[in-house]
């Protein structure tokens, strides 16, 4: 089987991850639904994403003479992975919360504003990765997945497509 060039598959990647933010912020501005710390950190794992394709579109490496595959064509394909894995963990953190029992979940966080303000940045990632009772609440589901499901169900997509063109042979 062929696979169709790195190009326009990096262009579909990076139009899915402009759409996914679309959906998130008429999800907030629209219908009102306040993303929680892990949604930011999720939006911010796509927003990464789609620059990485943004860029190896605009780029579009050419493999030298002597090579297969260029450096940068294996860095973008890294980039999308790693940010794909590094979102899946956060979602995965967050559907675990979801599943936890609401006694057993620390409490509310201060907004994302104060405490990049306030709190050194050690910190400030350990209470936004920690997660709190915020995170753990299913305002909204599609298909009988909350939101959190959904993107991981995305960064799973987007890791296969990274490790996909990773492991890509040619172009």
């Not at 927003?47 to 595959?69: D, E, F, M, S, T």
């Amino acid at each position: 089987m062929t696979l169709p060039a790195s190009r326009p598959l990096y262009l579909l990647a990076f139009i899915a991850c402009v759409l996914l933010l679309a959906a998130a912020y008429y999800m907030e501005y629209v219908m009102g639904l306040l993303p929680c710390p892990l949604c930011i950190v999720q939006r911010f794992a796509i927003l990464l994403i789609g620059l990485l394709c943004l860029a190896a579109v605009l780029h579009n490496p050419q493999p030298r003479a002597n090579r297969k595959r260029s450096l940068a064509t294996r860095f973008y394909a890294a980039g999308v992975l790693l940010f794909a894995i590094f979102g899946g963990a956060t979602a995965s953190r967050q559907i675990w919360l979801q599943h936890q029992p609401a006694d057993q979940l620390p409490s509310c966080l201060p907004s994302l504003d104060y405490m990049i303000d306030v709190l050194p940045v050690v910190e400030m990632l350990t209470l936004l990765f920690s997660g709190t009772a915020d995170c753990a609440k299913v305002t909204w589901t599609f298909l009988g997945l909350s939101i959190a499901e959904c993107t991981l169900l995305v960064f799973i997509t987007m890791g296969l497509f990274g490790l996909v063109q990773l492991l890509r042979r040619q172009d």
